[in-house]
């Protein structure tokens, strides 16, 4: 027998597998004459180009890492901008190394929790960074959608976005309406009493996220520097392109981004392996890029993803911080003692 966890990484490995053939074949590159036009593709590259698009990814991080921290002063939680732009960093090296997409944001949790000794606030800090940025996206590639459903066919993030908008508000009910939640608590209890530490802790984050209510400054802070960070992505996606493709336009390839990043966000494969190379050629197809240039572009993108890790690998050392598996255990201590 099988149990859900072993399904489910079946499922995206399956996933990842069917994303990479579709990319391959979108490319042409089960025959010589795709593989022909790829290697000229990468003949013509701009290395200028290229390191310029490497460099952009910095900016995002600056951005990011600036709204992180308009969080955690609303509810007053220690670290200064440097400081916390060096645990964003950590996170990105740790997003890579551990087998999560959310490993950097555990990271990131125990990082403040323990200069701040407040792991619940921390948390709800994290979790605000996310949810502040994914309400942009949603926003985005829903006018997006709208705007171009009548030229761009893309009905599975049509599906992807109804969920999506779903379950955002369903996860927006339980933060601001405890009801759900301790109707949730009362029934799992009675099942598995072993259960309430978890129920405690969380109790906790939900009453730190509650506090961004009178936040409103705050608030909107992280909204609009949530949207400049998808602007200034949509450039930086646009440099992807670029080093193979000078020639292409900035504004597609902007109204493009939403749609890739949403694309990007959906669990479909193990570590976003085919998903990502796969909603750059897709979608950048829809807008007139050729396959070849998109695939290219998507490669450029993982190596960037790489190099970034590497920087917060970097980062993480020179601050002299502890070992992953002590950071890990850390942050279940000041679970524990909170």
Known sequence: MFSKTKLLKAARLTGTVLLL?????????????GWTRL??????????????????????????????????????????????????????????????????????????GRLSGNTAASAASVFMDRLTGFIVLISLTTADTLLNART??????????VLSVLGLAGLLWVIFDRRPFEFVRRISLRLVPRLEPLFHQSDKVLSALNLYRSRRAHLVGAFLLSLLFYVSAGVTYWLDVAPFAPETPLLPVLIATPFIMFIMNIPLSLGNVGLMEFAYTVVLGLFGVPPSVALSAAVLHRLKSFIAAGWGGIVYNMMKLESPVAELKSLKLQAEKS
């Open 21 to 33: 053939a579709y990319v391959l074949y979108k490319a042409d590159l089960f025959s010589a004459v």
């Open 152 to 161: 761009q066919n893309l009905p599975f993030v049509t599906e992807a976005l």
């Open 39 to 112: 290697a000229g593709t990468f003949a013509h590259v701009s290395v200028t180009l290229v390191v310029i698009s490497i460099l952009s990814n910095l900016v995002l991080d600056v951005i990011s890492a600036a709204k992180w921290w308009v969080l955690a002063r609303a509810v007053d939680l220690r670290g200064g901008p440097l400081t916390l732009f060096g645990y964003y960093l950590s996170g990105r090296f740790f997003n890579l190394v551990l087998p999560s997409n959310i490993g950097g944001d555990v990271i990131r949790v125990g990082l403040q």
